[in-house]
C-alpha cells in the first residue's frame, strides 16, 4: 500500500489522477455496477447521491439506528429525514413498519446495511417499486455483503460506502464511492464532487470539493484486492464467537447469515444483558470493546432540538442502544484471542450468578 501511493504521488497528478479511475472501475466490477463515482467520504457519497436523486423538500425514510451520518446526508441534501424503526432480528429497518411511515411528501428509501448484514433488499425494493421511491442504499459498513447473490450497494438507485479508516477496506484516510447502474447520475455525482465543472472553469450546477485524493485511490485499489480473503476473516471468527457464547442465556449472538444472505461482520455485536458493566469487566482485563450506537439518531441533540423526537419514539431502537456490545472484531484477531475474549465474556455471567 504505501508503495502504491508513493507510486501515485511520484507519477500521477495529486487529484483525479489515474489511479482514481482505476479504482473507480475496480470498484464497480467488484460490485456489479456499471460506474462507481469516487468522493470524499461516506458522507459525502450519500449527501451527493440524495442531490443527485433530489429529494430537496421532501422526505427520506431511513433508520433511527444507524452512525448519524445517515440521517445528515439527508439534511445536507435539503431532504427531512424521518425514520422508521429497525427489526429485532437483523437491526435493519423493518420492511413491515414502513408503510405506517410514509406520506405523500416521501422521496426515497435509505436502508442502511448495518455492521455488515444485508438489510432486506427483495421488500424493500418491492415497497418503493410499488410506492415510486427512490432507493440509496447505505453500505458504509458492508463492502462485499452478498444478497440472493447480488453485493450489496448494487440494488438501489445508487450505493453508498465510505472507506474510513475503522471499515472493512479503507484508502488510508477518508474517502467513499457511489455506486450505480445510472450514467446520469453517475455524471452528475462526478459533477458535484468537483466543483460542479463542466470544463475548467464552467460550472452548471453548485458543486462541492469532495473529490478522493489520487493517493488515497491507489491504496484503496490494493485494499481492495484483500477484502475478500478479510471477510472470510471476519466470517470465521464470528462463527467462532458465536460456537463459544452459544450456551450463555443472557448473550444473544448476532445473525451468521444463511443461503440468502453472506454478512461481511463490520461488527459483532452482541445482545446482552447488563452491557454497560459487561464492557467494563472486559475493559478491566484488557480487552476494549464499542458500543454502536449508545444513542440513536432521533435522540441526539440536534435531532431532537430540529425535528422534536422524544424517547419512546422507536423502542427497538432504543433498546438496542442499551443492550448491544461490539466484541473486537479485525481479520487480523487470532483464534486464541476470540477464546479468551470469550473466556472472560462467560465469566463474568458466572461469576455473578454465584
Ligand atoms: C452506516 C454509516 N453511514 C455513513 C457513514 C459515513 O461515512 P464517513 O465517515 O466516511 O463520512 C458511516 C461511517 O462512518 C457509517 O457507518
Not at 463492502?143 to 475503522?166: I, L
Request: hydrophobic residues 40%; proline residues 4%.
Amino acid at each position: 500500500m504505501v508503495e502504491a501511493v508513493s507510486n501515485a504521488l511520484r507519477n500521477e497528478r495529486l487529484v483525479l489522477g489515474e489511479s482514481v479511475f482505476k479504482f473507480e472501475e475496480a470498484f464497480a466490477r467488484y460490485i456489479g455496477t456499471k460506474h462507481a463515482v469516487s468522493v470524499s467520504s461516506g458522507t459525502a457519497a450519500l449527501s451527493l447521491a440524495l442531490i443527485a436523486l433530489d429529494v430537496r423538500d421532501g422526505e427520506v425514510l431511513t433508520s433511527p439506528f444507524s452512525f448519524i451520518a445517515t440521517a445528515n446526508a439527508v439534511v445536507q441534501a435539503g431532504g427531512f429525514p424521518k425514520f422508521s424503526d429497525v427489526s429485532e432480528k437483523d437491526y435493519n429497518m423493518d420492511p413491515k413498519k414502513i408503510k405506517g411511515n410514509l406520506t405523500k411528501r416521501t422521496k426515497a428509501l435509505l436502508p442502511v446495511h448495518l455492521f455488515g448484514y444485508p438489510a432486506d433488499m427483495d421488500k424493500l425494493m418491492a415497497i418503493s417499486e410499488s410506492q415510486g421511491l427512490k432507493v440509496v442504499e447505505d453500505a458504509a459498513q458492508a463492502h462485499g455483503a452478498v444478497y440472493r447473490g447480488r453485493k450489496t450497494g448494487s440494488f438501489g438507485d445508487v450505493g453508498c460506502f465510505s472507506f474510513y479508516s475503522t471499515k472493512n477496506m479503507t484508502v488510508g484516510g477518508d474517502g467513499g464511492m457511489v455506486t450505480t447502474d445510472d450514467e446520469d447520475i453517475a455524471r452528475l455525482v462526478s459533477k458535484l464532487r468537483d466543483c460542479g465543472r463542466t470544463s475548467r472553469y464552467v460550472h452548471d450546477v453548485v458543486g462541492f470539493t469532495a473529490r478522493l485524493n489520487t493517493a488515497n485511490a491507489a491504496f484503496g485499489l490494493v485494499q481492495l484486492r484483500h477484502l475478500d480473503e478479510w471477510n472470510e476473516r471476519r466470517r470465521a471468527i464470528a462463527a467462532l464467537y458465536s460456537k463459544l457464547l452459544e450456551g450463555e442465556p443472557q448473550v444473544i449472538s448476532p445473525l451468521q447469515g444463511d443461503k440468502k444472505v453472506l454478512p461481511v461482520f463490520h461488527l459483532y455485536a452482541i445482545r446482552c444483558q447488563r452491557r454497560d458493566e459487561l464492557a467494563e469487566y472486559l475493559s478491566s482485563k484488557g480487552i476494549e470493546c464499542g458500543i454502536h450506537y449508545p444513542v440513536p439518531i432521533h435522540l441526539q441533540p440536534v435531532y431532537r432540538e430540529m425535528y422534536g423526537y422524544a424517547p419512546g419514539a422507536y423502542p427497538i431502537s432504543e433498546s438496542l442502544s442499551s443492550s448491544l456490545l461490539s466484541l473486537p472484531m479485525f481479520p487480523a484477531l487470532s483464534d486464541d484471542e476470540v477464546k479468551r475474549v470469550s473466556e472472560h465474556l462467560l465469566d463474568f455471567y458466572r461469576r455473578s450468578s454465584r
